[in-house]
């Protein structure tokens, strides 16, 4: 008996290293990676997801394609992720509107919280709320009043239904009491030339796309939805010193895979996203488009998507808000 107990731990020691280096294998993946994106080319997202990519690939010795899937706020993207293979080629950039807003405004045919699995935190940022020029206002104030004069034809841009930028329009709606009509559209870019066009009147913008048209006037910032100004705009008050106390929309990208990917690939993409993230010139990059790197556990990404759910929950239920 003992002799035969001493030749299988010696055949398990044995087959240890295959194991090991089966397991070696599964990362990188040896098939190409994708990094799915919910929102068309330019906008805040592609440019955040390219920029982590592009070092991502770097550190690992292989591409990661970024692929645009925009529509139905990010949805489609979310959805087209969750039916992915679960192997760790599939890699999906998750916005605060599918995961944590959406569920609750209307029938998904996925559930973040089960066919979608947290990897890490990515970035995260306030909107800020700009006007074309020809809009003829300057400050919170006068375009509440001129929302009020007329009722219903002051509109305002999303980057879809059930979207950060949605939320954060229609939240403004109920604390202002006024009536903006909500224009969905495929992303932050898309959005931007309808709004530099003057086809629309307002949009709760990402800073990287809004900015460099303030710089140039030809867009005129009204106020942020953080709770604190960001320093890449000091001089332009939040939506809650400006006689909406409390008021807070903060629009945040994570990463997630599907829901059925083993839990040892999820943890060696959260080493490797972190690092990413904490990288410093990754940093550096992501400050100047006014993105700060968000980068966490994946329990803690796990929390924190719960804790957003059901505050996004309580709100769409206390304002009775729903999609059109």
Known sequence: MKKRTLLHGALALATLPLAFGAAAQDFPPRKPVTLVVGFAAGGAADAAARLIAKKLGENIGQPVVVDNKGGAGGNIAHQFVANAAADGTVLLFGSVGPLTIAPHLMKLTYDPFKDLAAISGGVNFPNVLVVHKGAGVKTLAEFVQLSRKKP?????????????????????????????????????????????????????????????????????????????????????????????????????????????????????????????????????????????????TRAELTAFMKKESTQWATIIRERKLTVE
Not at 158 to 181: K, V
Not at 221 to 231: H, I, N, S, V, Y
């Open 152 to 296: 219903g034809s002051v509109d305002f841009a999303s980057t879809g239904a059930g979207s950060a930028s949605h939320l954060a329009g229609e939240l403004f709606n109920q604390r202002a009491g006024i009536d903006m009509t909500h224009v969905p559209y495929k992303g932050g870019a898309p959005a931007l030339q309808d709004l530099l066009g003057e086809r629309i009147t307002s949009y709760f913008a990402a800073p990287p796309t809004a900015l460099p048209h303030v710089e140039t006037g030809k867009l005129v910032p009204l106020a942020t939805t953080g709770l604190t100004r960001p320093a890449y705009l000091p001089g332009i008050p939040t939506v809650a010193e400006s006689g909406y106390p409390g008021f807070e929309a903060l629009n945040w990208y994570a990463f997630v895979a599907p829901g059925k990917t083993p839990p040892a690939i999820l943890d060696r993409w959260n080493q490797e996203i972190v690092k990413v993230l904490h990288d410093a010139g990754v940093k550096e990059a992501l400050n100047k488009h006014g993105l700060t790197p968000q980068p966490t």
